[in-house]
């Protein structure tokens, strides 16, 4: 017997198509297994696909909508109707056929192979990661107004060149103008660094005249990690100032920094 492979690819900009690999789906007639960056010890951790998605949530339910069609035999029929879309953030390529004796047992070994070979896994959080700081500093520094709140993993749907795509953010707040805050790592390798600006950019770029944000803003909140200012990052710095307010989530004024930014008061410390 034999069984039909699947790379389960994430696109962040449908227009650039420049996809990340983030899963794989080993099928035979209409069932099988699967296994997703994020997925551990039977559950899914958010904070390890940082970077790797832009919404952790939206793809919880995507594992979540592709689990149920393995589970009910509709799996196949999924793939087709979507392969018939075009634009979308996530996408399931049929790569092959694979001879095996069709047990759940053998498809769990195949796909754990192929997720190590093509994939691999992010790695455990780090506790003093960017998104740590970013939402210490957003969730438990600044006091704001009982009927305002950060929103995490926005995103607005806009058309560009008369095709739909999806520009989102990492919070939004709503007060008298729209703020939208953004996370980048400015230790990232040179490369990854360029295609993290240029998104940034991007996105900024085609919402600050979007008709449905209201007087909008942008901070980025950008990190170090352990490595010193190079040349190259403090020149990835200064092009996003040019649109954007920039904040150290590592330096002790950030959360005086950003609450000025909001228009909102720090909370007392204990």
């Known amino acids: 017997m034999t069984a039909n492979w699947y790379l389960v690819k994430y696109v962040p900009d449908p227009f650039r198509d420049e996809p990340k690999n983030i899963g794989v789906v080993v099928e035979s007639e209409g069932r099988g297994v699967m296994r997703f960056v994020g997925q551990r010890n039977g559950g899914f951790d958010g904070r390890r696909v940082r970077g790797v998605v832009r919404s952790p949530r939206t793809l919880k339910a995507w594992i979540e909508y592709v689990e149920y069609h393995l589970s009910s035999g509709t799996f196949m029929e999924q793939v087709q109707?979507?392969?018939?879309?075009?634009?979308?953030?996530?996408?399931?390529d049929f790569r092959g056929t694979i001879g095996q004796s069709g047990s759940a047992t053998e498809m769990k070994a195949i796909a754990d192979d192929l997720f190590t070979e093509l994939i691999g896994d992010p790695g455990p959080p780090g506790t003093q990661s960017i998104d740590d700081l970013a939402n210490e500093l957003l969730f438990h520094r600044l006091r704001f107004p009982a009927?305002?709140?950060?929103?995490?993993?926005?995103?607005?749907?806009?058309?560009l060149r008369g095709e739909p795509h999806e520009l989102g953010f990492d919070y939004r707040y709503e007060s008298d103008r729209t703020t939208l805050l953004d996370k980048i790592s400015l230790s990232a390798p040179e490369k990854t660094l360029r295609k993290s600006v240029h998104d940034l950019m991007f996105r900024i770029e085609h919402i600050r005249d979007y008709k449905e944000v209201r007087h909008p803003s942008f901070v980025t909140l950008y990190d170090l990690g352990k490595s010193r200012m190079s040349d190259q990052a403090e020149g990835h710095l200064r092009v996003i100032e040019r649109y954007s307010h920039t904040v150290d989530v590592r330096s002790e004024g950030a959360a005086e920094d950003v609450a000025d930014k909001l228009g909102v008061p720090l909370l007392q410390s204990a």
């Open 147 to 159: 009927d305002r709140h950060v929103e995490r993993d926005v995103s607005y749907r806009v058309r």
């Open 81 to 92: 109707r979507l392969s018939s879309r075009s634009g979308q953030n996530y996408r399931i």
